[in-house]
T-cell receptor
Framework: GAGVSQSPRYKVAKRGQDVALRCDPISGHVSLFWYQQALGQGPEFLTYFQNEAQLDKSGLPSDRFFAERPEGSVSTLKIQRTQQEDSAVYLC???????????FGEGSRLTVL | GQNIDQPTEMTATEGAIVQINCTYQTSGFNGLFWYQQHAGEAPTFLSYNVLDGLEEKGRFSSFLSRSKGYSYLLLKELQMKDSASYLCAFSPRGAGNNRKLIWGLGTSLAVNP
């Protein structure tokens, strides 16, 4: 597609529910990043993929968070047993190379009740 | 440690010039980014400074001084559509990849007629 596509745009979950957020990067982009952005804050790094390899997951806040990119294209961020503090916008970004410009998707806004 | 400081809010008048400052502390970094983010939308890339000095790109210019730990974004001929949050971010050296960015909280710019 023309840009990074994320779905769903909005997700409301009950506490304890599992959620899955999808990111479809720009075709041909090798690098893919997930960020978490709370209201009024800058994005916080979660994890980084180069093709299908998850090279850095140091930003994942707990073992309830899991990300995958099995075929080096589409990525899914899964959050198990959601908590209220997980409420945020989850941004996906991709770039052609490790030094290229980052292109962001519009984000998935998660609200945990 | 590593951190970034930028003003929380700024106000300017349509047609004017505004400078948004960013100071940072780090033991070393690859480059400094500026992103624009409209409310409810994804951040969009504005500039990337690696070397000291001013880089001009149309109405927007970005300046970097590594020795002073300082950058600014200069917006000329302000338009109403420039009302947005402006995020400063740097890529720490030795982070393992160039895009594990450290972000500021953003400066919310309001352009008034």
């Amino acid at each position: 597609g023309a840009g990074v596509s994320q779905s769903p745009r909005y997700k409301v979950a009950k506490r304890g529910q599992d959620v899955a957020l999808r990111c479809d990067p720009i075709s041909g982009h090798v690098s893919l990043f997930w960020y978490q952005q709370a209201l009024g804050q800058g994005p916080e790094f979660l994890t980084y993929f180069q093709n299908e390899a998850q090279l850095d997951k140091s930003g994942l806040p707990s073992d309830r968070f899991f990300a995958e990119r099995p075929e080096g294209s589409v990525s899914t961020l899964k959050i198990q047993r959601t908590q209220q503090e997980d409420s945020a916008v989850y941004l996906c970004a991709s770039s052609f190379s490790n030094t290229g410009e980052l292109f962001f998707g519009e984000g998935s806004r998660l609200t945990v009740l | 440690g590593q951190n970034i400081d930028q003003p929380t809010e700024m106000t300017a008048t349509e047609g004017a010039i505004v400078q948004i400052n960013c100071t940072y502390q780090t033991s070393g970094f690859n480059g400094l980014f500026w992103y624009q983010q409209h409310a409810g939308e994804a951040p969009t890339f504005l500039s990337y400074n690696v070397l000291d000095g001013l880089e001009e790109k149309g109405r927007f210019s970005s300046f970097l001084s590594r020795s002073k730990g300082y950058s600014y974004l200069l917006l000329k001929e302000l338009q109403m559509k420039d009302s947005a949050s402006y995020l400063c971010a740097f890529s720490p050296r030795g982070a393992g990849n160039n895009r594990k960015l450290i972000w500021g909280l953003g400066t919310s710019l309001a352009v008034n007629p």
